[in-house]
């Protein structure tokens, strides 16, 4: 089930890998997540002597709890060696850029999909935008003719 997610990325960035990974969190923030309160808008990965960290990831306080917590902590992201290895190789290229675009639960625990994305021009999303509508437009076409 899908907790957050950043629709935009995949308008301002054309994904060229994704990536699966584990974050590290506190009580509060599984239970906040759970319900589905949090903010990936302006979060982004930062690679950091061999570690991974989700940063400007906003999760506010599960309201139930009495202590004061930080919202937009550092959050360490669980990664293979490898897989970080090659987030560096990749991200080092001109324009790329290492986004979160989903937080979800996996059974019992809660994933980041992560990808790695090259910034889109002025154009290429006006682009995308007339593919999208006139894929919408096929789709409806097509249902009426089904039916």
Same mark, same amino acid.
């Given at each position: ?9 995949? *308008? ?6 994704? *990536? ?11 239970? &906040?997540?759970?319900? #589905?309160? +949090? ?5 982004? /990965?930062? /690679? ?9 990831? &906003? %999760? !506010?306080?599960?309201?139930? &709890?009495?202590?004061? =917590?930080?919202?937009?902590? !550092? ?31 996996? +059974?019992?625990? %809660?994933?980041?999909? %992560?990808?790695?994305?090259? +910034?889109?021009?002025?154009?290429? #999303?006006? =682009? ?9 437009? /096929?789709?409806? /076409?097509?249902?009426?003719?089904? &039916?």
């Amino acid at each position: 089930m899908i907790l957050l997610e950043n629709k935009r990325i995949s *308008f301002d960035y054309e994904i060229l890998e994704t *990536f699966e990974a584990g974050i590290v969190l506190d009580g509060w923030e599984v239970k &906040s997540l759970r319900a #589905k309160h +949090g903010n990936l808008k302006s979060a982004w /990965v930062r /690679v950091r002597d061999g570690e991974a960290w989700l940063e400007n990831c &906003s %999760i !506010p306080a599960w309201r139930y &709890s009495d202590e004061i =917590q930080p919202k937009e902590r !550092p959050r360490k992201l669980l990664l293979h060696k490898r897989e970080i290895e090659k987030m560096i190789a990749k991200s080092e290229e001109k324009g790329r850029t290492i986004a979160p675009t989903k937080i979800y639960t996996k +059974g019992r625990t %809660i994933k980041c999909e %992560i990808v790695i994305g090259k +910034g889109r021009k002025k154009y290429e #999303k006006r =682009q995308v935008l007339k593919t999208r509508d006139a894929e919408r437009e /096929v789709r409806k /076409v097509m249902k009426n003719f089904n &039916s």
